[in-house]
C-alpha cells in the first residue's frame, strides 16, 4: 500500500476547535466544492484489500461542509458592583430629616347661640318622636338663627311609666349638658337636676298664695335663683315670669310662656308652636327659665281629676 494511502486513512481528523475557527466560505455552485490545491487527493492510488473503492475519493474533514452558527446575540455590557450599588441608592427616596409626628386634637366645640341683649321669642319645635330644640323666631330681630336648646325625653328602663327630660345646648345631643328632671307614673317623688344639684320638684317649684281666682303664683326656688311664675288662666292661659314681687312695685319681667293654638285660625306657622319670649331681665336665668316652663307644661298638659291624681307623682298643691 502507498505511504500517501496509509496516511490518509489513518490520520486522525483535526480538532473541532480549529474547524470552527476557520470561516466557512460558501462554494459558487450548490452541488460541488473547490478543493485547494494542497487539498487535492493524489491522482493514482494502489488497490486495497476490503471493497472495492475504485474511483471514489474519500474526503478529508476539511473538505467537509461546516453548517454555520447562527451569531450570538451582542453580549449587554455589565455594571461593576460599586455601580449598581449607587445607581440603587440614587433610586432609593432620601431619608427625612427628622421623625415625623403625628399628632391628633378634638376638633373645636361649636359655638353656641347666646341669648340677644333684647327680647327674644324661641320656639318649642319638635324635630323627632322624642326630641324638641328651642329655635329662634323669624319675627327676631337677631340673625342668628341657631337652636338654643336640644331637649330629649327618654322613658326610665325600670319604670317605663316615668320620664326623663334632658336638656343640652346647642342643636345636638352632644351639647353641653344643663340639666334634667324626671315625671310621671311612679312611685319615688319626681326629681329635678340643674346646675349639678338634685332636688324634689315639690320643694323646687311651690304653690304661692293669690288673691285671683283665676291666677296662681308659682315660686321656683333652686340654689341662688329664685323668682316668681304667675300663671293666668283666662281668658287664655299665660305663664309670666317675674321677679318675687314684695310690695306694690310693679317687678321686671322675666318671660312669656304662651301654649300654642289647638283650635281657631292660625295666621302662622308659629301660632301652633308652644313659644317663649325671654326678656333682657331674664337673660341671666334663661336656664331656670326653661327648666321651670317645661314643669309648667308638663303638668298643665296632663289629665288631673280624683282617679288620676294618685297615679302622678306630682306635687299635690299643683292637683
Avoid at 161 to 170: A, D, K
Avoid at 210 to 237: C, V
Wanted: charged fraction near 20%; charge should be neutral; hydrophobic fraction near 35%.
Amino acid at each position: 500500500m502507498d505511504s500517501d494511502a496509509v496516511s490518509i486513512l489513518s490520520t486522525a481528523p483535526p480538532s473541532y476547535s480549529e474547524i470552527e475557527t476557520e470561516p466557512w466560505v460558501p462554494p459558487n455552485h450548490p452541488n460541488e466544492l473547490e478543493l485547494q490545491p494542497s487539498q487535492a487527493a493524489p491522482t493514482s492510488l494502489e488497490p486495497v484489500a476490503g471493497p472495492s473503492r475504485i474511483g471514489h475519493v474519500e474526503p478529508t474533514p476539511q473538505d467537509r461542509p461546516v453548517t454555520p452558527r447562527p451569531p450570538l446575540p451582542p453580549r449587554r455590557p455589565t455594571q461593576s458592583k460599586e455601580a449598581a450599588s449607587s445607581n440603587t441608592q440614587r433610586a432609593l427616596p432620601p431619608p427625612p430629616p427628622q421623625e415625623v409626628v403625628l399628632a391628633w386634637s378634638p376638633p373645636p366645640a361649636p359655638a353656641v347661640p347666646q341669648v340677644p341683649s333684647g327680647s327674644a321669642t324661641y320656639l318649642f319645635s319638635s324635630a323627632s318622636f322624642n326630641t324638641m330644640l328651642l329655635l329662634p323666631s323669624a319675627r327676631n330681630d337677631a340673625v342668628d338663627s341657631r337652636p338654643l336648646f336640644h331637649i330629649t325625653v327618654n322613658l326610665n328602663c325600670l319604670m317605663p311609666s316615668s320620664y326623663i327630660t334632658v336638656i343640652r345646648r346647642g342643636a345636638s345631643e352632644s351639647g353641653e349638658y344643663v340639666g334634667e328632671f324626671e315625671m310621671g307614673i311612679s312611685k319615688d317623688s319626681s326629681t329635678v337636676v340643674l346646675g349639678g344639684h338634685r332636688r324634689l320638684v315639690s320643694l323646687v317649684l311651690t304653690t304661692f298664695y293669690s288673691p285671683l281666682r283665676d291666677q296662681k303664683h308659682l315660686r321656683w326656688k333652686m340654689g341662688e335663683t329664685e323668682f316668681m311664675w304667675k300663671i293666668i288662666m283666662k281668658p287664655s292661659y299665660k305663664a309670666i315670669g317675674t321677679l318675687r314681687q314684695t310690695g306694690t312695685e310693679r317687678m321686671p319681667e322675666f318671660a312669656h310662656l304662651v301654649p300654642g293654638r289647638l283650635t281657631g285660625p292660625v295666621d302662622n306657622v308659629e301660632d301652633r308652636l308652644t313659644k317663649i319670649r325671654i326678656m333682657p331681665a331674664g337673660r341671666p336665668f334663661v336656664d331656670h327659665i326653661i327648666m321651670s316652663a317645661l314643669i309648667l307644661e308638663r303638668i298643665r298638659l296632663t289629665p288631673s281629676n280624683a282617679e288620676t291624681n294618685v297615679l302622678f307623682n306630682y306635687p299635690e298643691s299643683f292637683i
